[in-house]
């Protein structure tokens, strides 16, 4: 899970700190304190990843991080010193390295080295659970020698004011806070990683939370933690994961019974609408589920169960035919074989008694005879062979050995198979039952729904039972939107009318707006194209050279009356466009502008309220049209039926006439 921490920190003399110091131990780098002439180094089990980023105008030594933090000791007179300003961040572990080391490079980039700053950044990464960022900045401004001055406008970004306590923020109005801008990048890293975490520089407080966040431990914490020792901070952890488990708990329970409370109100909305048999129907249906109160995304989501179920009996059921027809092959082959067998005896029976046989005459012909049953014997091996290699490979797929163990298999597969085809049946008849129940109370709460709709509406009181539930609910939306208990076909009808009148008055103002800007802009058009024209007449009158050439040269002078008859027709076009001049023209041009930015954007805005209106109030329109009118053709045929029953019942009292 994506966290966020920002903090951020000066490094000063005054606390006993050290420019040099800091950057070893963030690095990792042997590094030599000139001030001091001391070797700064911290040894680490994972070698943090670095980078320096500099300005354009930086010197190229400032890329040396020995060089660049003695510089920053060496310009730094007072003994209460701010050496140098720290950002502890911690990385999302949601992106790879290179993706994390890419994020803190162009965060740092764009916040800092732009502005001036040269960015010594380390990313640490001795925890898996916990990669985290050291970015330190340089306080002065540069030049091609070295530090200037210290910037105090870089104040403004990093006030040592707190927001309740909460970190470090710009003071400055003119831009994000530097912990929002943080979380901006990192939450743009995680979208393009295609992560679906996301941080905030906000806190629980502010989000609306009641649980209470984690306090950062710091490495040495941390590392007394994972070692067993108990920390402060780490008790601090301990006791608002448990404080917040029991708002969750809290919390789960309160969204339940809301949930509880608000599906009671919708059954006692649907039971006061249905009747005592739906009712019935609807309770048949929430028993089914094992609920107080169903819905009709209950139901949706309990068809689905039913299918999935249905659609495993299909497989289940393929699969027992499928090994009921192996054991069925087997059985058949061990038949076949023991068939083979019997016949091979009875063959060998004959040779053995053409064998005994002494009679010469019948030498020959014993011989012959022999020889027959002796290839009829080996076609028979032959044959069974064949039929015990088929058994072979079935061998490992019906798990048996021997003959005896295949026919115990085969008996146990049967009764299996009869007792999973008894349930797989019990379970459809099932099915079908709950299927049916859900069918009835899903149409019980279909009529709720309808009944209820129909009661705000009058013209729906005899019609309601013949309005689709479809129309239903365009009509509950509609209604929820109007906020009205009572509306009559009348009303509609005259609401339909009057939005009409309006949409057509604002199409008809929004025609009139563009025709008018197409007419400023062909007038503005026609003008640049004479100011052009004009212009080049007015080059070809100033030059003498260009007066000879017209006096000897017939296309010079073409040339030149074609560009006089294209300025008189831009004159007199001008004139039926009615344009009075360029001033004149500007103010049309800046009337233009100030409706395209007001009047426009309100008229659009007009025409696309009065469509929704009246796309909203056809669909009411029609629905209670079409309710009335399905109505009035059953009480037709109701009326015609009665009629035909009325002749018919006629003809019978009257019998046949006997009187002819």
């Known amino acids: ?25 963030r690095s ?16 680490r089990h994972v070698q943090p990843e670095t980078m320096i980023l500099t300005p354009p105008n930086a010197p190229e030594w400032m890329k040396d991080r020995n060089r660049l933090w003695n510089e920053v000791e060496k310009v730094e007179k007072r003994k209460d010193s701010q050496l140098a300003r720290e ?10 390295h290179d993706q994390q080391k ?57 006030a040592n004011a707190k927001e309740n306590n909460r970190g470090y923020v710009k003071n400055s109005e003119s831009c994000l806070s530097l912990r929002e801008q943080w979380a901006n990048y990192a939450n743009k890293a995680l979208e393009q990683a295609q992560s679906n975490e996301r941080i905030t520089h906000l806190s629980h407080e ?45 919390q789960a329970y309160r969204r339940q019974k809301e949930d509880h409370l608000k599906k009671m109100k919708e059954k006692e909305k649907q039971f006061s609408f249905s009747t005592d048999i739906e009712k019935t129907y609807i309770q048949k249906a929430a028993s089914l589920v094992g ?31 499928a090994q009921q027809q192996q054991f069925l092959n087997v059985s058949n082959y061990y038949d076949r074989v023991r068939d083979l067998e019997r016949e091979i005896q009875q063959n060998e029976e004959k040779v053995e008694e053409l064998k005994k046989s002494l009679n010469p005459f019948k030498l020959k012909e014993n011989n012959m005879m022999k020889r027959r049953h002796l290839d009829k014997i080996s076609d028979l091996e032959s044959n069974k062979e064949n039929y015990e290699s088929s058994i072979q490979k079935h061998k490992e797929s019906l798990r048996f050995s021997t003959k005896e163990e295949f026919y115990q298999r085969y008996q146990e597969f049967s009764q299996k198979k009869e007792k999973r085809l008894d349930q797989i049946t019990y379970e459809k ?47 509950e939306q509609y209604h929820e939107t109007a906020q009205q208990n009572q509306f009559k076909l009348s009303n509609i009808k005259q609401s339909l009318d009057a939005n009409q009148k309006k949409l057509d008055e604002f199409k008809k103002h929004q025609k009139m707006v563009y025709i008018e800007k197409e007419h400023v802009s062909t007038m503005s058009k026609e003008v640049e194209k004479l100011s052009s024209v004009e212009k080049k ?15 000897v040269s017939k296309k010079a002078r073409q040339d030149y009356e074609e560009l006089q008859s294209e300025a008189k027709y831009g004159r007199e076009n001008l004139k039926e466009l009615g344009y009075k001049g360029q001033q004149d023209l500007h103010q049309q041009q800046s009337r233009m502008n100030t409706m395209e930015k007001t009047v426009i954007p309100w008229l659009e805005k007009e025409i696309k309220t009065h469509e929704s209106n009246i796309n909203s109030l056809d669909t009411v329109f029609k629905a209670i049209q079409q309710a009335i009118h399905s109505q009035e053709q059953t009480q037709q045929r109701q009326q015609f039926g009665r009629m035909r029953s009325a002749n018919i019942n006629r003809a019978k009292n009257k019998g046949p006439d006997l009187s002819r």
């Open 1 to 25: 899970m994506a966290i966020y921490h920002l903090s951020m920190q000066i490094i000063s003399r005054s606390k006993g700190q050290s420019a040099v110091a800091a950057a070893a131990y």
């Open 429 to 475: 008849k099932q099915i079908q039952v709950e299927t049916r129940v859900l069918l009835q109370a899903e149409e019980a709460i279909k009529q709720a729904k309808i009944r209820e709709i129909s009661s705000y509406y009058p013209d729906l009181k005899t019609a309601g039972k013949h309005l689709t539930y479809s129309n239903a609910l365009r009509l």
């Open 206 to 250: 502010k989000r609306g939370l009641e649980i209470l966040p984690m306090v950062h431990l710091g490495h040495v914490a941390h590392d007394m933690e994972k070692k067993g020792k108990k920390t402060d901070r780490g008790q601090i952890n301990r006791d608002r994961q448990d404080y917040n488990k029991a708002v969750v708990d809290l």
């Open 28 to 43: 990792g780098e042997k590094l030599h304190d000139e001030r001091t002439d001391e070797q700064k180094f911290y040894a």
């Open 291 to 321: 609920q107080k109160v169903i819905t009709l995304e209950d139901m949706t989501a309990r068809h689905e169960e039913l299918r999935k179920m249905s659609d495993r009996h299909d497989p289940i059921e393929r699969h027992l035919h």
């Open 102 to 158: 890419e994020l803190i490079k162009s965060f740092a980039q764009n916040e800092f080295v732009q502005k001036g700053m040269v960015a010594d950044i380390a990313i640490h990464r001795d925890d898996a659970n916990n990669p985290h960022a050291h970015i330190m900045l340089t306080m002065r401004n540069l030049d091609q020698d070295g530090f200037g001055k210290k910037n105090r406008d870089w104040n403004a970004d990093f």
């Open 87 to 96: 950002l502890n961040i911690a990385l999302p572990i949601e992106l790879n």
């Open 537 to 551: 007449l007015d080059e070809l009158d100033r030059s003498p050279g260009e007066k000879a050439k017209r006096l």
